[in-house]
């Protein structure tokens, strides 16, 4: 089955330092990863996804993300972090049958960037 | 503005009384689905729907009805509430994914409370 893992509940970062959120996966075949951002109050907001192609995708925000096959990680980056970035993250991957369109999402991580 | 909406965003109902949560976009999508998100588990699939009158079970149905009349439109529906079913929801639609993999644009989400 399609699973994705997100081992780190929180994470905590300075002002201006780099982050990383981390993300693993588990899929039969070609994956198809995303990443989704969850401020206070609000609703899941698209971050970026990963089709195919060059492994390094840039999303909103400044965010970006690698895709590693050979470590089955998909981790979030950000140059230089921004207390505005503290939110929920999860990572997600679609599922086998493609036709549902059914994300299967992890646990979720908590950025916490401190002034 | 294009959008997903969902009301109402905040609610709280005794066991056993009947409840609906709407949900309803404005981008013409073929595909909509409901998700819950509880701590520690990330987010779940409930039901979703490929097009009007054409719906289908996810990973957590039971308890739940949905219905697609109309293609903006995607009610979730308690027929019976139960504590268990106090989490957070979210609605999320698309475009048809069966063309490949399309991302998915999420509601507000709607916090429900079953005493």
């Known amino acids: 089955a399609q699973s994705v893992a997100q081992p780190e509940d929180q994470v905590n970062v300075a002002e201006g330092n780099p982050l990383t959120v981390k993300c693993t996966y588990s899929?039969?075949?070609?994956?198809?990863l995303f990443w989704y951002v969850q401020y206070p109050n609000r609703g899941l907001q698209f971050l970026l996804k990963?089709?195919?192609?060059?492994?390094l995708v840039k999303g909103s925000y400044g965010f970006e993300a690698e895709f590693n096959k050979s470590q089955t990680s998909f981790h979030l980056k950000k140059p230089s972090a921004l207390v505005s970035d503290s939110a929920l993250y999860f990572c997600?991957?679609?599922?086998?049958?493609?036709?549902?369109?059914?994300?299967?999402f992890g646990t979720g991580t908590l950025l916490a960037v401190q002034p | 503005e294009a959008q997903v909406t969902q009301n109402p965003r905040y609610l709280i109902t005794v066991t056993g009384k009947k409840l609906t949560v709407t949900c309803s976009q404005n981008?013409?999508?073929?595909?909509m689905s409901w998700y819950r998100q509880d701590p520690g588990l990330g987010l779940r699939q409930i039901y979703y729907?490929?097009?009007?009158?054409?719906?289908d079970k996810g990973d957590v149905p039971e308890g739940y009805k949905v219905s697609r009349k109309e293609k903006r439109n995607f009610p979730l529906i308690l027929e019976s509430p139960s504590p268990n079913q106090t989490s957070l929801y979210f609605c999320?639609?698309?475009?048809?994914?069966?063309?490949?993999?399309?991302?998915?644009?999420f509601g507000p989400g709607t916090r429900l409370l079953v005493l």
């Open positions: 999320a639609s698309s475009l048809n994914p069966s063309g490949g993999t399309i991302t998915q644009y």
């Open positions: 981008m013409n999508h073929e595909y």
């Open positions: 997600a991957v679609r599922d086998k049958d493609g036709a549902t369109n059914k994300l299967i």
């Open positions: 729907s490929m097009n009007v009158e054409v719906t």
């Open positions: 899929v039969s075949g070609n994956p198809y």
């Open positions: 990963y089709i195919t192609g060059d492994n």
